[in-house]
């Protein structure tokens, strides 16, 4: 069945340091691929999405792009800030699937 | 325009008891879907409503029920609490629902605790 599986956290980090966050995935299909954020005490919000091969997906300095032959989904960014502390979700949807399948959620930790 | 509300925000309960939680989402969004979020577990599908029908459900015991209002309001029952239910739960609406690929807004959650 489909899954995805992401780095394990937690993740502390410099500021302006450079992040990456693993991913990778299964799945049956040709997927849609998230990452989603959850800030401290919030739900989740839509980082970013890829819906097909090689297209990249950005939202607030970071990118993540949509690699078919490694069937991965890494997020990164340049230079994180303090604000950027939050658990991040990887995640996918098949096209004609019916379920979100989620990672276990990466928890980083940026400090001045 | 007002996001996805979840009441209540926290909830303590003992094992055998049964709860009620709600979800109103987005205005003209017709698509809830449901997740438990734990510590161990991750977070993992509990099932989604579309119209008043359950659409789609994951891998969770007959415990673990909802319903959708004609509204779209919706309301997620467990009965016969067990402690590993303790977990944050989440809902997400959008607007056709998981399978058109569209992206869900979460609610703030739920942080059930279960003594």
């Known amino acids: 069945g489909d899954s995805v599986t992401q780095m394990e956290g937690p993740v502390t980090l410099s500021e302006e340091a450079f992040l990456t966050i693993n991913c990778t995935y299964t799945?049956?299909?040709?997927?849609?691929l998230f990452w989603y954020v959850q800030y401290p005490g919030e739900g989740l919000q839509l980082l970013l999405k890829a819906t097909k091969a090689d297209d990249k997906g950005s939202n607030k300095g970071f990118e993540a792009t949509y690699r078919k032959e490694t069937t991965s989904f890494h997020l990164e960014k340049g230079s994180v800030q303090v604000s950027d502390s939050a658990v991040y979700f990887c995640?996918?949807?098949?096209?004609?699937?019916?379920?979100?399948?989620f990672g276990t959620g990466t928890s980083l930790t940026v400090i001045p | 325009k007002a996001g996805v509300t979840q009441t209540p925000r926290y909830l303590i309960k003992t094992r055998g008891q049964q709860v009620t939680l709600s979800c109103s989402p987005i205005?003209?969004?017709?698509?809830v879907s449901w997740y438990q979020q734990t510590p161990g577990q991750g977070l993992q599908f509990l099932f989604e409503y579309f119209s008043e029908t359950q659409r789609n459900k994951g891998n969770f015991p007959g415990r673990f029920s909802g319903r959708q209002f004609s509204n779209s309001r919706s309301e997620m029952n467990v009965s016969t609490l067990e402690l590993g239910d303790s977990a944050l739960y989440l809902c997400a609406s959008s607007r056709g629902g998981m399978t058109t690929n569209e992206k869900l807004f979460f609610g703030s959650g739920t942080q059930l605790s279960v003594l």
């Open positions: 799945a049956t299909g040709y997927p849609s």
């Open positions: 995640a996918l949807t098949e096209p004609t699937g019916n379920q979100f399948y």
């Open positions: 205005s003209g969004h017709r698509s």
